[in-house]
């Protein structure tokens, strides 16, 4: 009879084992009208640092083991005010109530990355300036072959310097992300590429450089090239 009474109690503790293996997953914290949108920031906002998968990149680890550590209120600040360590502030980018939410969510086992597949790709593909509409010969002085294209990281742009001036010439609006710049084999334009996969194309035939078409090749990139 004690035998069996020890067997039925493994076995019950089992089934309680499964059944919470098989129930949804696990809650997120965040209201269920709002975890479309968390998701979409921290894929858009985050995963270009931290990873898809969360495991670290650039940015630390952010699984629910270290972060759960951190707890609620510091992951907020982190979000909210940056860190010294090179995590950006978000205060000024995400609402209160999204900072809140994205920390409940990064508290939470990572989901499955969203496909960024051939259309979406198509479809985030904007041409600002036509091929037609861009100008036939160079329209500054500048020596192209001496351009520096540097990172302004913390403020999302880069600037072009002039090599032979030490002057910028100019500076563009690139996204928070921006990474890693490459140039055309023509010389003429420079391509630049965000961790988030934000890839812009800088003419620099105008009187200023000026971005002639951006497009999101993915959700998570590290560089791009050119032959
Ligand atoms: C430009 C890259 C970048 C982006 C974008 C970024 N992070 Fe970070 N993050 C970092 C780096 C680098 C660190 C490590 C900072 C340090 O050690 O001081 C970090 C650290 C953190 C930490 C602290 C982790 C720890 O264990 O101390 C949290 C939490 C965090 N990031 C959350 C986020 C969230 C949420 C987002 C999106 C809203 C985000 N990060 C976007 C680069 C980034």
Redesign the pocket.
């Known amino acids: 009879m004690k035998v069996k009474l020890g067997l039925s109690a493994i076995a019950m503790a089992m089934l309680s084992g499964l059944a919470a293996a098989e129930a949804v997953p696990a809650p997120t914290g965040v209201a269920p009208e709002a975890l479309d949108a968390t998701k979409k ?2 894929f858009e ?2 995963a ?3 990873g898809v998968l969360r495991k670290g990149a ?5 699984e629910p083991a ?2 759960q550590k ?1 707890g609620q209120t510091r ?1 907020e600040k ?2 909210a005010y940056g ?6 502030n ?1 205060e000024d980018i ?1 609402t209160k109530e999204e900072i809140t939410n ?2 409940k969510y ?1 508290m939470q086992t990572p989901d499955a990355p969203p496909e960024w597949g051939m259309k979406e790709l198509q479809n985030s593909w904007k041409v600002a300036v036509k091929p037609e509409d861009r100008p036939k010969k160079q329209l500054n002085k500048i020596n192209l072959k001496n351009v520096f294209s540097v990172t302004l ?1 913390d403020t999302g742009e880069v600037a072009l310097i002039d090599g032979d001036t030490k002057q910028i010439w100019g500076i563009v609006k690139t996204g ?2 921006v990474h890693i710049s490459r140039l055309s084999a023509s010389g003429r334009y420079v391509y630049v590429i965000g ?1 988030d996969g934000k890839l812009d194309l800088i003419d620099m035939w105008f009187e200023k450089p000026t971005i002639v078409a951006t497009i999101k090749i993915g959700l998570d990139a590290r560089s791009v090239d050119t032959s």
């Open positions: 920031i921290y906002r985050c270009g640092c931290h650039t940015g630390k680890n952010l270290n972060t951190l992951l982190i979000v860190t010294e360590g090179g995590m950006p978000f995400l994205i920390s990064i990281r928070y992300a961790r």
